[in-house]
């Protein structure tokens, strides 16, 4: 796997999707809500959540195996990888939050604390090239769980105490589509609406 250096982060885009036909679910069953959100889709940035402050991808990769024959290494057998994403947002909105921690609402502002996340997430992550801020880098992911095991809240002192979210992000494979893929905005033939189209399954 290819990974290049990347500098930033400028946004992060959620979407919910059926977690049968991978489909993103728009209207008041969708991420946002509102029974007028066609998209499904919404973008974490400084106007809706104070900013990203970092998505940090591991298990890109599986664990290498070597296998010896004759006193020598013959050949290096590799594993699946198991990717996860850990996101971490000034402040996500609470309902948002809720949505893709799949926190069951009681209609009175109160949602399930703990318990099985039955929430599945297309996510998809805009970076840039490491030494050219104007060509952006992406990462997506088809499908994925979340989940939040612990919170800390701490009294103010002489100082402000401010928590982030930090929700952990496991991939599924998408049937024969794979986990995800990284898109790189200078490959020839790159195409935005084609890369959204591709992580945001709508049809």
Do not use: C, W
């Amino acid at each position: 796997m290819i990974i290049i250096a990347t500098m930033g982060i400028a946004n992060v885009k959620l979407a919910l999707i059926n977690k049968k036909t991978n489909k993103v679910i728009t209207g008041v069953d969708g991420i946002n809500s509102n029974e007028s959100d066609t998209t499904g889709i919404f973008t974490v940035d400084e106007s809706t959540s104070y900013g990203v402050a970092s998505l940090n991808l591991t298990n890109l990769a599986g664990t290498l195996t070597d296998i010896y024959g004759s006193n020598k290494i013959v050949y290096v057998a590799q594993g699946k990888a198991a990717p996860q994403a850990v996101l971490t947002v000034n402040a996500l909105p609470n309902e948002v939050h809720a949505k893709i921690l799949g926190q069951t609402p009681d209609g009175k502002g109160g949602f399930e604390l703990g318990g099985k996340s039955d929430a599945y997430v297309a996510l998809l992550a805009e970076s840039a090239e490491s030494f050219d801020e104007d060509k952006p880098v992406y990462v997506g992911f088809y499908k994925v769980v979340g989940q939040e095991a612990s919170a800390n809240m701490q009294t103010n002192n002489a100082a402000e105490n401010r928590t982030q979210d930090a929700i952990t992000f496991r991939a599924i494979e998408r049937g024969g589509d794979g986990f995800g893929k990284f898109f790189y905005s200078d490959a020839e033939a790159f195409d935005v609406a084609a890369m959204e189209k591709d992580v945001f399954l709508t049809v």
